[in-house]
């Protein structure tokens, strides 16, 4: 499959608005921690939103531990236990781990303009018996890219950059260094490239859906909407056609929603239908789907 590309836009558009999108995004999500630390941070997130779970701390096995012996383990036990085909299960198991790791990276840098830049060893997982995973965790240690006026600039821990650009490429080179990492094993898992890479960038796309999804002023959505979009392609370049950030309104409220161009195959087990997100989705009808999901 040939990727077409979209055109970056993220540069051009906040030179025009002369913003960032942390402060366009500030009057959606307003409020501070008591303390300016990683854990407070991180736990701030999860009262805002219990979507972003991803936790401080060890929280079990390390990632290279669970890559190198538990992997297809874990991934055949959790597809029996939701009586699915190993591919389908590969790729939901996928999409969970995506959705606990990369939102939450993508909500703490879009919200405190800090990047986690933990080595693999400083991830952990917490995989149940029954091969779902129950939480992610970074280690304590974790190192993290911040700009110069963090309160926490001045620590060991801190690796301090000029703007949001240099956040955005150090949040693009953990994806693409995580990314690069996992996927060999998840194609021999029957998750194809587009699939993987997908599901990744629909998890940093998911911090708009789930910021939003109680509604906002419909005109701030459509003055975001287009640059929220254009941070998502900035992100993951090389899959950026994959997910695309679009808004829902209905009279004063609007909401934001991601179009995914992937599927990620939920549909197959017993009872399920394809998400609101899918590609097999009509946009239409999908735009008709979200709107109404808008909050009277």
Wanted: some cysteine; proline content about 5%.
């Amino acid at each position: 499959m040939k990727f077409k590309h979209r055109k970056l836009k993220y540069v051009s558009l906040e030179v025009e608005n002369k913003m960032t999108l942390s402060t366009d995004l500030a009057p959606i999500w307003l409020g501070e921690p008591a303390q300016p630390s990683l854990e407070s941070q991180l736990e701030w997130l999860y009262q805002r939103e219990p979507f972003f779970r991803l936790q401080y701390g060890s929280v079990g096995v390390l990632l290279p531990t669970w890559f190198e012996n538990g992997i297809e383990e874990s991934i055949n036990t959790f597809s029996l236990d939701i009586d699915a085909k190993p591919a389908v299960g590969a790729s939901l198991w996928l999409k969970s781990f995506t959705a606990h790791l990369f939102s939450g990276l993508a909500a703490l840098r879009l919200k405190f303009n800090r990047v986690l830049v933990p080595r693999f060893e400083q991830i952990s997982l917490d995989v149940a018996d029954n091969g779902k995973l129950k939480r992610v965790g970074v280690a304590t240690d974790c190192a993290f890219y911040c700009l110069a006026n963090d309160p926490l600039a001045n620590t060991a821990q801190a690796k301090v950059v000029n703007s949001e650009q240099e956040l955005d490429q150090a949040l693009t080179d953990l994806v693409r260094g995580i990314g690069h990492y996992l996927a060999p094993t998840f194609k021999q898992l029957k998750v194809n490239t587009p699939q993987f890479w997908g599901s990744v960038g629909y998890a940093l796309g998911l911090v708009f859906q789930k910021l939003t999804q109680h509604g906002i002023d419909s005109e701030l959505s459509e003055k975001v909407q287009p640059v929220a979009d254009a941070w998502l392609e900035s992100v993951l370049p090389d899959y950026a056609e994959l997910n695309t950030v679009k808004t829902a309104t209905q009279g004063d409220i609007g909401i934001f929603y991601i179009r995914r161009e992937t599927c990620c195959l939920k549909y197959k087990l017993d009872g399920k239908n394809n998400c609101a997100t899918c590609q097999q989705r009509d946009p239409v009808a999908q735009l008709s789907l979200y709107q109404a999901k808008v909050p009277a």
